[in-house]
């Protein structure tokens, strides 16, 4: 196992953080090299598949922080999802930070055969069933919209491994935690939980206990 960073570390190149070759090679097309505090704090966690809580401001780079230890772990596995499945679920609260999500982890898996998958309420849900019914390596979705897709039994997330929560004080704002109370039981178990927000309402501490080791 690595060695996970302390508070005390300097970890200020992707090199040192223990990504595949293949990621650095995307984050240098990009012109990245240095993480933010954000990203060397948690990448490394993320790799060992432990359970992140991570806090830190908008614009701060949380999307890399846990995208690129998915992006990793999802890399090692050589085989196509089943139809109808994700290994992965990142959940957002709005459909344009789903989309920018997306975007960000699409220009890093260009060489891979990781497929990446978009569901969000405003577009067509039956373009989005015809997508999931091919299986898909990682999901972005709206709680909303996921739900809607469940209840038309379009999508099975027992093999989720994975989920992500990000701006979750947003999605707290917005009234959320009934969503996700309803998708979380139907996600596979083990699983890795990683949760980023910018700010730390008290309601967050619910979501720790109820989905974080």
């Given at each position: 196992?690595?060695?996970?960073?302390?508070?005390?570390?300097?970890?200020?190149?992707?090199?040192?953080?223990?990504?595949?070759?293949?990621?650095?090679?995307?984050?240098?097309?990009?012109?990245?090299?240095?993480?933010?505090?954000?990203?060397?704090?948690?990448?490394?966690?993320?790799?060992?598949?432990?359970?992140?809580?991570?806090?830190?401001?908008?614009?701060?780079?949380?999307?890399?922080?846990?995208?690129?230890?998915?992006?990793?772990?999802?890399?090692?596995?050589?085989?196509?999802?089943?139809?109808?499945?994700?290994?992965?679920?990142?959940?957002?609260?709005?459909?344009?930070?789903?989309?920018?999500?997306?975007?960000?982890?699409?220009?890093?898996?260009?060489?891979?055969?990781?497929?990446?998958?978009v569901v969000v309420g405003g577009q067509s849900i039956n373009r989005q069933i015809g997508q999931l019914s091919k299986g898909t390596d990682i999901?972005?979705?709206?709680?909303?919209?996921?739900?809607?897709?469940?209840?038309?039994?379009?999508?099975?997330?027992?093999?989720?491994?994975?989920?992500?929560?990000?701006?979750?004080?947003?999605?707290?704002?917005?009234?959320?935690?009934?969503?996700?109370?309803?998708?979380?039981?139907?996600?596979?178990?083990?699983?890795?939980?990683?949760?980023?927000?910018?700010?730390?309402?008290?309601?967050?501490?619910?979501?720790?206990?109820?989905?974080?080791?």
């Amino acid at each position: 196992m690595r060695v996970l960073p302390s508070k005390d570390m300097n970890l200020n190149d992707f090199k040192t953080l223990g990504l595949s070759a293949g990621l650095i090679a995307a984050l240098d097309a990009r012109g990245l090299t240095e993480p933010t505090p954000i990203q060397s704090h948690a990448i490394p966690y993320g790799l060992d598949g432990l359970d992140v809580m991570g806090l830190a401001q908008t614009g701060t780079g949380k999307t890399l922080a846990f995208g690129l230890p998915l992006i990793h772990q999802l890399s090692q596995i050589g085989t196509k999802p089943a139809p109808k499945t994700a290994r992965s679920l990142i959940l957002a609260p709005t459909r344009e930070l789903v989309n920018q999500i997306a975007e960000s982890l699409r220009s890093l898996t260009t060489r891979s055969h990781l497929k990446i998958t978009v569901v969000v309420g405003g577009q067509s849900i039956n373009r989005q069933i015809g997508q999931l019914s091919k299986g898909t390596d990682i999901l972005v979705a709206t709680p909303g919209r996921l739900i809607d897709l469940m209840d038309r039994r379009a999508v099975d997330l027992r093999e989720v491994k994975h989920l992500v929560l990000d701006e979750a004080d947003q999605m707290l704002d917005m009234g959320f935690i009934h969503a996700l109370r309803r998708i979380a039981p139907m996600l596979g178990t083990p699983r890795q939980t990683m949760l980023f927000s910018a700010t730390m309402p008290k309601q967050m501490e619910e979501l720790r206990r109820a989905y974080l080791d």
